[in-house]
């Protein structure tokens, strides 16, 4: 078994970052706040990596955006950030309550874009869209994430940019034994990434991070 690996430095110097370079939004305090009171997990992206979200959907051009996994909106209001008002962000949470809050945080943050929150299974909610869409962030069930990417890929084009967070978890993605679901869900997205890239469908990359939210990663794929 990998031990799930911390260091306190990651943290000081991931508050060091975010008081130089992150500038934070009164919406997305309030989303932390309500999401806390409201007894979520603490499982949102960091406010450095929700940045990087705004920033990769940007550099993107991206005009259409799906996210699955919601949870309070955080992660959403920064995505929603980088949309112009003609710009649209669909975001699929299986959780009536969370969806809830999440609508309250997300028209609080009275962004120009349209933003939805669809409830239910994302796998269902999935089925029901239309593509294309420009930019993907899949952060739900881990278990699932070979699904969602594939069917994310349907609703691509080429050029589509597909980000799935939590793909290293501590380094127990490195640990075949380990039957536990969110392992098991990590390893075979690797399996499907790389059958994908030998049928020359996506380009792909995973990027181990260290920070406030400990030791992982995140897949970075483009579409061909």
Known sequence: MIEEVTHPTWTDVAAYIESKIIHSHPALEAALESSTAAGFPPIAVSPAQGKLLKLQAQAVGAKRICEVGTLGGYSTIWLSMALQPDGELITLEIDENRAEVARVNIARANLPAKVSVITGPASESLEQLEGPFDFFFIDADKLSNSAYFRRALQLSRKGTVIVVDNVVHGGKV??????????????????????????????????????????????FAVVL
């Open 174 to 219: 490195l640990d075949a034994a380990d039957q536990d679901e969110f392992v098991q869900g990590m390893r075979g997205l690797y399996d499907t990434l790389q059958e994908l890239e030998r049928q020359g469908k996506i380009d792909a990359t995973a990027v181990q991070t260290v920070g406030s939210k400990g030791y992982d990663g995140f897949v």
